[in-house]
């Protein structure tokens, strides 16, 4: 999706999740991001709708779960909230339901599309993550040992004695 999500007030916003709410209780929500190629609107009511987007070819597989509004587009967007599930899901699995509402509801807030990582993914970022943390506290530690060997050789300030 380009462009803009549609504007909507604290009313429409409180039914927009209150629908999310309602298709995760239902079980529609991992039918929504299953992997299909056909676009399909999966579950209506009231003055919203959930649809399962097509596949973009270039995008490696990532498949989106959109709520849209009901009604004539008039020239606007309808999109509320979406959220991508990149690759890495295998074919034949889903993110959990909950997990998906989570992100459909932090679309709905903050105007975005929003994502979700497959473990290995999130398994990679925890690792590297890991390593930049180590990196940090290597730095930190020959930092302080410089500074604790200057003020040994009676250097308390850079270039003065």
């Keep these: 999706m380009s462009g803009d999500f549609a504007k909507l007030n604290e009313a429409q916003k409180k039914e927009a999740k209150a629908f999310i709410n309602k298709a995760h209780s239902k079980g529609k929500l991992p039918k929504a991001a299953a ?4 676009q399909k609107t999966i579950f209506s009511e009231g003055g919203f709708r959930l649809e399962r987007r097509q596949a973009v070819p270039n995008d ?3 498949r989106k779960v959109a709520v ?8 606007r ?10 690759p890495g899901y295998p074919t034949d699995s889903v993110p959990p339901s909950g997990k998906i509402r989570n992100r459909l509801q932090a679309s709905l807030k903050f105007g975005k599309e ?10 990679h970022d925890r690792r ?11 730095l930190l530690k020959k930092h302080n040992e ?10 308390t300030r850079k270039g003065k004695t």
Excluded: C, F, H, W
């Excluded at 992997?35 to 056909?38: D, F, T, V």
């Excluded at 849209?68 to 020239?75: D, K």
């Excluded at 590297?128 to 290597?138: D, F, N």
């Design 68 to 75: 849209e509004q009901n009604g004539p587009r008039n020239g």
């Design 146 to 155: 410089g500074i604790m060997a200057r003020a040994a050789a009676g250097n």
């Design 128 to 138: 590297v993550a890991e390593g930049q943390q180590q990196k940090r506290e290597t």
């Design 60 to 62: 490696g597989g990532a």
């Design 77 to 86: 967007s309808t999109t509320v909230a979406q959220t991508k599930v990149l």
């Design 35 to 38: 992997a299909n190629p056909s």
């Design 114 to 123: 929003t994502y979700i990582k497959p473990q290995r993914r999130l398994d």
